[in-house]
């Protein structure tokens, strides 16, 4: 398939995360939300490496991988330690600022 | 710059198709669900279909990292968290500055729409009409990417390792039991 | 050329800013020595100045010394010069001798007082700003002088200001005087515009020879000559209390009595009389306006006598006679008789200033008192003040051989004999003296009136007071001033009496007042007999009522007459009637301005309302900080949206060009380089909104069927980004 077919797929991709980020409100499915976005990355940065032949795409796309992971880790962390106090996981519920 | 002309054959294009489907539905159905363990569930499924679409693209040893780490590893932990909050949303999208919110998703997807009115317009540059692979041997795969990883990006490698060391120690941190430290409170 | 006479106002001004920094720190001693010898210096430089120096200098007008230039602003240059001349050397030396007599005589009634060096700090400033007056070469440096006396005015006479009468009595001073100097500053204003130039002998100078900017018109038909007489003549007004703005030298006898002497008798108060004869060559230009001035004089001095009648406080009744004696002079300087008005100006400094002293010594005896009813019978107890009060009470009666004798003859007779106001009012010389020999009777009539309630008779005071002499610095400068109210009528001897002896001050001003006035033989003696059985018959009428105390006469007359009684003690009410028509309205006026605009447009609405502001800001931008992390990125895509949209938006072509020809319209448009064949395009010429030309090249043509005028809108599309320009241009066809 043309190149241009993987990125519109990632374009959308990356759209249906960035709605997921905004409007959710569980925690939890924002972070997933999240990994959305870094997977629609991920899909654009490997169509075009394809497309220029050029492996460096790759190595990249392995440390996006692992990026992804250790921030998912951290934000898993932080949700876990703030549910113990709060007992939510809803971001409304989380906002001491007075608005 | 290889980008040798390659007609797509129709067993190509189905796949894509399937796959492509099967991303984007996994996607919308992880924002959609009101249950966070039917979220997981439907991310698992589009990093599966992810993971298909990256061996389109010849990028073999990615693939199966997508699905060893990305689908288990961290996946996983999703599942473990999700299991500990696991309440159920009675409203699913906050109603806290609903507005200003969904305004904001209006913005992003005109910005994306013109990028892809802008790809769309522009599909038949070579870059984007590319469709062969490349005729370099062993291109994606696990020793070729493996020894870009260990010369010339051996420092970003050491770095992320150090990085995910970091995550560890700071996943640890954050979540120690309260009454068992003393000397180092975490606000 | 004389470079010293910048000394002798100086010296007294360094010692106020010495003894105003540092006074508190010295003993008394100290103080007043200091003070004492930076007056006393003054006098020294100003005699060596006066006698020897400017006999060498009297044709080229005098010593002059010219410090610097103080400003230039356009056309108007002003030097910061002074000048001696006769008369300014004069009025130096009466300052400067009067004023060391009172140093003196300070350090003896102010000896108990808390604010010692603040006392003589002021008075050397006032001396000093005094002198500064009369020795300026330029009106504004007078000016200078002018203010400065005014201030010192309003600082010695609320010296006191714990009480809130004499602040109160010190703001009056003030204001009053204000009213007037505004007069001064309009009448610089006119004379500057007239002759563009503030140096005295350069205005002297144009206005003797007649010149034509001073004479021309100006409102109502009167030369511009006059209206400035006129309105310096109201600051002279308000600084010599004259009608109507006198009000304020009565309530000044707040201050101390030193001050009354020095400052509202001898010196401040005469600065009117001396800044017209000073200009005198300019009011010699506007007869009418000699006219008002000696009018004024003369109802002054009549109206302050009579109310001088009923006055109960010795200080009162010496104030009012000041106001009086000062009409008086006005009369003198009113009638073209400059030399007349400065000779009263020179033998009153010495008597009058000689009663005030004695009435501190009188009050000092009596623990503070100046309550004439509960006086009497002092001339036993008091020999020294009783001789010099008795000195001075018959000069200003204008008893032969004394001082006010002379000096008060010679405004009378040049009243008479003046031929300054030409043949349309010719009549007012006459009157204002008919006015003065009234006003004489008054005089000695209160004045005899005093002495007897005060010297004679029984002692109705409180036992219990002191009632000794006072001491000898305070009693010498009363000799002092006795004698020369005595003598100084001697400089000035009318020639039917001294023959080529007489004259001689007349003579000695002329060069800067002009000749003196020639009476004849005759009409001097009769007015020297008129005058002398005026002042005896005054005398007389007030033994008659008051000798040796409140006789019977005079409780009949009081009984007889309640009404005009209670209006002569209360002084025709004028105090009063000022209250309600100039005080409350402008209290009003001021409450109203100070609840409207300090209270709400400044309080609230310039300084709340930017509280207001500030604070519905922060509601408002506050929302945009909720915490909330969502909203953050919402606002980030709005952000990035717009940011998008306009950087792919098609450029503005940098021309467009209509060119009509007939009926056809020819639209080019120039595209900046980057743009150029990317872009896509549509006309509509019509207006009909559907575009009549369209596609990837910039420019079109249309021919229309009628003239007319039409809008036409061209569109600009960037096909990669999907994004538009439009424009819109008027097409007119003929």
Known sequence: ?99 | MNLAAHTTTLAETIAFAILSAGVLAGGLMTITRRNPVSAVMSLVLTFAALAGLFATLSAHFLAVLQILVYAGAIMVLFVFVVMMVNREETTPIARLGLVVRAAGVLAAGTVFYRVAWLVARERAMPLLAATAPPPVVGFGTVSSVGALLFSDFLFPFEAISLLLLVAVVGGVMLTRHLRENRSSRIP | MFSHLRIIPLLPLLGAAYLILFGRHHSRRVVHHIACMAVGAALVVSADAFFLGLPRFVGAGGLTDVVGTWFASGDLRVEMALRMDALSGLMCLVVTFVGTLIHVYSTGYMAHDQDYARFFAYLNLFCGAMLLLVLGDSLPVMFVGWEGVGLCSYLLIGFWYGETANASAGKKAFITNRVGDLGFLIGMFLLFRAVGTLDIPALLDTARAGSATLTATLWWGQPVAFWAALFLFLGAAGKSAQIPLYVWLPDAMAGPTPVSALIHAATMVTAGVYMVARLGAIYLLAPAALAIVAGVGALTALFAAVIAFGQNDIKKVLAYSTVSQLGFMFVGVGTGNFAGGIFHLFTHAFFKAGLFLCAGSVMHALAGSGDITRMGGLAGKLPWTTWVFRVCWLAICGVPVFSGFFSKDAIVAGAFATEVFGPRLAWVGPTVGAGLLAAALGTAFYMSRLYYLVFTGECRADPRAPLHESPIEMVGPLVGLGLGALLAGFVDLPSAVGGSHGGLLGRWLAPAVGPALEVSGGLEWSVMATSTAIALAGIGLAWLFFGGGTREPARRFVVALPRLVAVVRGKFFVDEIYHELVVRPLRGLSRALFVAVDRLLIDRVLVGGWAVLVDTTGRFLRFLQVGDVQRYLAVFAIGLAALVYVMARPAAPSEVKIRIDGRSAVVELADREAAAGKLDYGFDFDGDGREDRFGPIPSATWSYARPGRYQLHIRITDPQWSTTRTLDRTIDIR
């Open chain 1, 1 to 99: 398939m043309p190149t241009y077919a993987y990125i519109l797929v990632s374009l959308a991709l990356f759209f249906i995360g960035t709605s997921g980020v905004l409007l959710r409100r569980n925690v939890l499915i924002v972070l997933m939300s999240v990994e959305l976005q870094l997977a629609a990355g991920t899909l654009a940065l490997l169509a075009f490496s394809r497309a220029l032949g050029d492996q460096k795409g790759h190595v990249f796309a392995v440390f996006v991988i692992a990026l992804a992971a250790a921030e998912a880790a951290v934000g898993l962390a932080i949700v876990v330690s703030v549910f113990r106090t709060r007992r939510t996981a809803n971001l409304d519920e989380v906002n001491v600022l007075k608005g």
